[in-house]
């Protein structure tokens, strides 16, 4: 869900082409970045296994936003294929589907050998698209923040004690309670299930 309503329909409603990739292959993908010189990267392994896509506007072709996930993340950053060309035109990187990790991050963005933005997203199969992320504004951001709370979402983090619950403050370890339109009713979902 998250990459249908994140990329893949706003790909479409700005004129994107999508190229879907059979299955992963590190040559395949290299070969695919640089002969279309893309526009916009999506590569979604969390919820479509076996399903690999290229966004690319027709209009524009130069590199400047790629989203990843972590393990096409890793190969980008340690494989010897790629290098700052690929990453000449970006001026976005878009990380979700798994925690990414500062010293990945860090390796990637040496890599690219400039500055580019680098946003993470957090959401869970129950929130899609998510409930976090890192803004534009965000360039002063811890690296490997997660971001804030997108428009429309609430939250709150509990203690994870036996005891009653009680709020905790900023960057405190505790259980996540969130609210908001993206936010499934796990209650309603069960009653619709057994009926």
Known sequence: MYGLLTFILIGMKIGAHTICLPRFDPATYLKAVREHKVKKILVINSLFPN???????MTVFQP???????????????????????????????GAAAPIGSALIQKLLQKAGKSILFQEGYGLTETSPGVTVLGRDSKKAKVGS?????????????????????????N??????LKGPQVINVNTVLRQAHT
């Open 64 to 94: 400047t936003i790629l989203h990843l996930v972590t393990p096409l993340m890793g190969l980008l950053a340690s494989s010897s294929d790629y290098g700052p060309k690929e990453f000449e035109n970006v001026h976005t990187i878009v």
């Open 172 to 177: 405190t370890r505790g259980e996540i309670c």
């Open 51 to 57: 399903i690999y896509l290229l966004h690319y506007n």
């Open 146 to 170: 997660c971001g804030t709370l997108i428009p429309s979402t609430l939250g709150k983090i509990l203690t994870t004690d036996d005891g009653p619950k009680r709020n905790l403050g900023p």
